[in-house]
């Protein structure tokens, strides 16, 4: 099994920033995932991707983040970061971290951003 520990959600006004943090234990070493990333999810509406970084450091972003938003991770690939610059109140949803494990998925429990106007 895998453990994800977030943190850093919070309140924030627009065009602040704020920076999550995911934090994995357990057999992470053991299933060198294919990729970490963060997805985000609004009441009602289905949970979608913000942004991954694979095996070998390739970043993908959702277009709505591009340019305000940088995943990041350590060297020992056990944590993962976002770093999220001139949030928007749509950008408000429940933060969630993944593990793709090649075919399984591991998921935090999920961290609130709220942003107001």
């Known amino acids: 099994q895998v453990q994800l520990v977030e943190s850093g959600g919070g309140l924030v006004q627009a065009g602040g920033s704020l920076r999550l943090s995911c934090a994995a234990s357990?057999?992470?070493?053991?299933?060198?995932?294919?990729?970490m990333g963060w997805y985000r999810q609004v009441t009602g509406k289905q949970r979608e991707l913000v942004a991954t970084?694979?095996?070998?450091?390739?970043?993908n972003y959702a277009e709505s983040v591009k340019g305000r938003f940088t995943i990041s991770r350590d060297n020992a690939k056990t944590t993962v970061y976002l770093q999220m610059n001139s949030l928007k109140p749509e950008d408000t949803a429940v933060y969630y971290c993944n593990v793709d494990a090649w075919g399984t998925d591991y998921w935090g429990q999920g961290t609130q951003v709220t942003v107001s106007s």
């Open positions: 357990g057999r992470i070493f053991s299933i060198r995932p294919r990729a």
């Open positions: 970084i694979t095996s070998n450091g390739y970043t």
